[in-house]
């Protein structure tokens, strides 16, 4: 079945450094790549999504690049500070446009 | 995602009753969702729709129903089939995927715990 793999679970980096989040999906039809992020006890926020059609989008510290080939993408926060500390989700399009949502990494931001 | 609310914030529930979570949205989209996200884990989907009128299930609808009689309106009933309906309850909405899926919107979510 569909289904979107992410890792790590949990990512501790110290503030200022780079930290990458990394998703890996099945359905090669899936063509719409979200990423949200959800503080504790909050709703999830879209923070940056790519399509297909693209191989690389960025946003100020954010940034997504997408291997169709090898269907998987990621997120790459820059620059981190404390404010970053959350759950990210990844998710990929489905079938009757559904999302498929990955299973969350909690980032820790260390002072 | 401002336009989209939910109430209430908490909800309890006592053994055997059926409860209602109210997902209300102004932003003029078609497609509405339900998911369920327990501590700790990621989003699980329960129903979406995406016309008025029409609603399909997700990976865990059982235990609960839907009704989308209004554009803005997406109530979800957790019924007393749900046996273990402890969790935090997640409105979304977006607009009409029609070339593919598009961005979507969640609204504040709703506590449910049982009494």
């Known amino acids: 079945g569909e289904n979107v793999e992410q890792h790590p679970s949990t990512l501790s980096v110290q503030e200022g450094d780079s930290a990458v989040i990394k998703c890996t999906y099945s359905?090669?039809?899936?063509?719409?790549f979200p990423w949200y992020k959800q503080e504790l006890g909050k709703r999830p926020q879209l923070i940056i999504d790519?399509?297909?059609n693209v191989g690389e989008k960025k946003d100020q510290r954010i940034a997504v690049t997408l291997n169709k080939t090898a269907k998987h993408f990621s997120l790459h926060i820059t620059e981190t500070q404390p404010e970053d500390s959350a759950v990210y989700f990844c998710?990929?399009?489905?079938?009757?446009?559904?999302?498929?949502w990955g299973a969350g990494t909690k980032l820790i931001i260390k002072p | 995602d401002g336009g989209i609310t939910q109430s209430p914030k908490y909800l309890f529930r006592k053994e055997g009753q059926n409860v209602t979570l109210s997902c209300e949205q102004n932003?003029?989209?078609?497609?509405m969702y339900w998911y369920r996200q327990d501590p700790g884990q990621g989003l699980r989907l329960i129903y979406y729709?995406?016309?008025?009128?029409?609603?399909q299930k997700g990976d865990i609808a059982e235990g609960y129903s839907v009704s989308r009689e209004k554009k803005e309106s997406f109530p979800l009933t957790v019924t007393s089939a749900q046996k273990n309906p402890t969790a935090f309850y997640l409105c979304?909405?977006?607009?009409?995927?029609?070339?593919?899926?598009?961005?979507?919107?969640f609204g504040p979510g709703t506590r449910l715990l049982v009494l």
């Open positions: 979304a909405s977006s607009i009409a995927p029609t070339g593919g899926q598009e961005t979507q919107y």
């Open positions: 932003l003029n989209h078609d497609a």
């Open positions: 729709s995406q016309i008025v009128n029409d609603f």
């Open positions: 359905d090669s039809a899936s063509n719409y």
């Open positions: 790519i399509r297909s």
């Open positions: 998710a990929a399009s489905g079938s009757n446009y559904q999302l498929i």
